[in-house]
C-alpha cells in the first residue's frame, strides 16, 4: 500500500470518527435545548393556570389547541412535585404525536387538582432532524473537500520523492546513468536527496573500483598461467622421464587447466553480476546449439558408453550466445562428468522448457551447490558450473531446477 493511501485511509478514518462522535454530541445538545425551550413554554402555562387560580379561585375551562392539550384531575390532599417528561399523545382526529408533558398541582378551594399540560414536540423534532440532516451535509462536503485537497496537495508535495524513487529505479551501473539532483522545499526531501546523490557517487566509485581489480586480476592470472604452460611445454620436449615424472608433469598440466577455467569463470561470473557482457542479445536458436554442443561432448560420451537420448523440438530465445553456450555446455558437460559408464542421458526440449536428465550415485544438497565453490562429494570440478547456470537463469528470467528421482537427476531450465 502506497504511503499516499495509507495516510488517506487514517485521515479519513480519524475524520469520519470525529465527526461522528461531534455530530452525536450536536444532535443530542440542539435536542437538549429545543427541549429546554419547549419546558420554559410549559412553565409558562403552569404559572397562567396557577395565576387564574389565584384570581378567580377556580379552574381554567379545559381546552385544546393544535400544538398543546391541558387536563386537570383531582388528586386528593397531597401537592405533585412538578416533572417534566416524554409522551406520546392523539389530538381530536389525528395520528399519534411526540410531546412533551408537564406534571404538577395546584390547590382549589381546599382541593388538589393534577395539573397535566401536554405540548407537541413533531415541529420540535423536525427542526433538529433538518438541522442535522444540514449537518450531515456538510460534513459529507468538507470530507470530499478534504480527500481532494489532501489527495492534490500531498501528490503535489511528494513529488521530489517520486521522481528520486524514478530515478533510483532506473540507475544502472553498467548503463553509466546519473542521479540527478531534485529541487525541493522540505528539509527531509533535501536531505533524502543529498544522501542518494552521495551513495550514487560512492557506489559509481566502488563499482569503478571493482571493475578495474577484476579485469587487471584476471589479466595479471593469465599472464603467469601462460608462462607456466609454455614453461611446462618445453620441459615435456627437453628429455624422456621416469613414470614418477610423468604423472607429476600430468598433475601440473591437470592443476594449470583448472587454474586457468577458474579464473576464466570467476571473470564470467563478475561480469554477469555487473551486467558487463558486452555481447548484444540476440535470436538464438536451443536446438542447434545443444546438438554443437553434444558434437563437441562426443568423444567423452563414447568413452564412457552413454546411451544418449534427445527429443528436440525448436526453441529461440532472446539472449547472449555467449552465455548461452555457457549454461547449456555446464549442464551437459556436468551430466556425462557425473555419470558412470554404461549410463544414459536424457535431453528433452520444447517450447516451454529444457530437460536434461543423468543417471548417477550419490546426492546433493541443490541449494548448496549453487553456492560458488561448492561441490559435491567426488566432484572435480571449480565449484562455479552450477553457480553461472544459476546466475544466467535469473538474469533472462528463466528458472533453474533440480529433482532427483530413482538415481536420476534431472535439471530443469524453464523458459517461461
Request: charged content about 20%.
Amino acid at each position: 500500500m502506497k504511503l499516499l493511501n495509507k495516510y488517506q485511509r487514517i485521515i479519513i478514518a480519524v475524520t469520519v470518527i470525529f465527526m461522528l462522535i461531534t455530530g452525536i454530541i450536536y444532535y443530542y445538545t440542539i435536542s437538549r435545548i429545543l427541549t429546554s425551550q419547549i419546558d420554559e413554554d410549559l412553565i409558562l402555562e403552569e404559572n397562567e393556570v396557577i395565576n387564574y387560580v389565584s384570581l378567580n379561585h377556580r379552574l381554567p375551562e379545559v381546552y385544546e389547541s393544535s400544538h398543546q392539550q391541558i387536563f386537570f384531575t383531582p388528586f386528593g390532599h397531597k401537592k405533585i412535585k412538578r416533572r417534566f417528561l416524554d409522551t406520546i399523545y392523539q389530538m381530536k382526529g389525528t395520528h399519534l404525536e411526540p410531546g412533551r408533558a408537564l406534571i404538577t398541582s395546584v390547590k382549589v378551594s381546599g382541593q388538589n387538582y393534577r395539573i397535566l399540560v401536554i405540548q407537541s414536540k413533531l415541529q420540535t423534532e423536525y427542526l433538529i432532524k433538518i438541522i442535522f440532516l444540514i449537518t450531515i451535509g456538510v460534513i459529507v462536503i468538507l470530507l470530499a473537500v478534504l480527500m481532494i485537497l489532501n489527495r492534490v496537495i500531498l501528490k503535489s508535495i511528494w513529488q521530489p520523492f517520486y521522481k528520486l524513487l524514478f530515478q533510483l529505479k532506473e540507475f544502472s551501473l553498467a548503463n553509466q546513468t546519473n542521479i540527478e539532483s531534485i529541487p525541493s522545499k522540505i528539509d527531509e526531501f533535501i536531505e533524502l536527496d543529498n544522501a542518494m546523490l552521495t551513495m550514487a557517487y560512492r557506489v559509481k566509485n566502488d563499482y569503478q573500483n571493482l571493475k578495474a581489480f577484476t579485469e587487471n586480476a584476471s589479466h595479471e592470472l593469465m599472464t603467469p598461467i601462460s608462462i607456466i604452460n609454455s614453461k611446462l611445454d618445453t620441459l615435456v620436449q627437453t628429455d624422456e622421464f621416469t613414470d614418477k615424472q610423468s604423472k607429476l608433469l600430468n598433475d601440473l598440466y591437470g592443476t594449470v587447466t583448472r587454474l586457468t577455467r577458474l579464473n576464466k569463470s570467476m571473470l564470467l561470473l563478475a561480469k554477469i553480476e555487473n551486467g558487463l557482457i558486452t555481447d548484444d542479445n540476440q535470436e538464438v536458436d536451443i536446438k542447434k546449439m545443444i546438438k554443437e554442443c553434444l558434437y563437441q561432448h562426443e568423444e567423452m560420451i563414447h568413452q564412457l558408453n552413454i546411451n544418449l537420448q534427445t527429443d528436440f523440438q525448436d526453441k529461440r530465445v532472446k539472449a547472449s550466445k555467449l552465455l548461452m553456450e555457457v549454461l547449456l555446455n555446464n549442464l551437459i558437460s556436468n551430466a556425462i562428468r557425473h555419470n558412470h559408464s554404461n549410463g544414459e542421458i536424457k535431453i528433452v526440449l520444447d517450447t516451454k522448457q529444457l530437460n536434461i536428465s543423468n543417471t548417477g550415485t550419490g546426492t546433493f544438497n541443490f541449494e548448496q551447490v549453487l553456492k560458488r565453490f561448492h561441490k559435491s562429494d567426488g566432484s572435480e570440478g571449480i565449484g562455479l558450473g552450477l553457480t553461472l547456470c544459476k546466475q544466467i537463469c535469473d538474469n533472462y528470467g528463466f528458472k533453474l531446477n533440480y529433482s532427483l528421482h530413482k538415481n536420476t537427476h534431472t535439471f530443469a531450465v524453464s523458459f517461461e
